[in-house]
Structures are given as C-alpha cells and as structure tokens.
C-alpha cells in the first residue's frame, strides 16, 4: 500500500504544480493578452465578470497563434 501512497503524493504534487495549465487558460497566454482582458472587466456586469473573462481568455487560446509560424510581417499592413 506504501508505493500507492507515494505515486498518489507524486501525482497530486505534480497537479498542484503544473495543473493550472490545464485548467487556467490564461496560464500559456502571453501576461499582455490577460493584462489586456482584465482592462475590459469594468465593462461586464460584476456577477458574470469570471465567466466573461474566461470565455475570453479560451477564445483567445483556442485562436492564439505564434509570431515564428506567421513570419514578422503585419497581415493588416496590406501591400
């Protein structure tokens, strides 16, 4: 029962630590994309502000995409 006990300590020291990547969304996001949302907050009603600023932050991290993948160049610069 000992050896359940220590991989059962492990894995919840493991959730404890890395585990709010799974459940925070704003835990990869660059810190201006979530300084950002949390500007727009006082705008929400105050009971539905965590609900709209998650759904944000998921929105945000399902589109997300990378500077290296689309190259330096500004898509909205046009021609």
């Known amino acids: 029962m000992g050896t ?3 991989l059962d300590k492990k894995l919840t020291e493991n959730i404890y630590d890395h585990g709010s990547r799974l459940t925070d969304r704003s835990a990869d ?3 201006r994309v979530v300084e ?3 500007l727009l907050m006082p705008f929400i009603q105050p009971e ?4 709209v600023r ?3 932050l ?5 589109h997300i995409f990378d500077e290296v ?9 046009g021609d």
Do not use: K, N, Y
């Open 4 to 6: 359940f006990s220590d």
């Open 29 to 31: 996001l660059p810190r």
């Open 36 to 38: 950002t949302v949390d």
């Open 48 to 51: 539905a502000r965590e609900a």
């Open 54 to 56: 998650l759904q944000i």
């Open 58 to 62: 998921g929105i945000v991290h399902e």
């Open 69 to 77: 993948e689309t190259g330096s160049e500004d898509p909205a610069a």
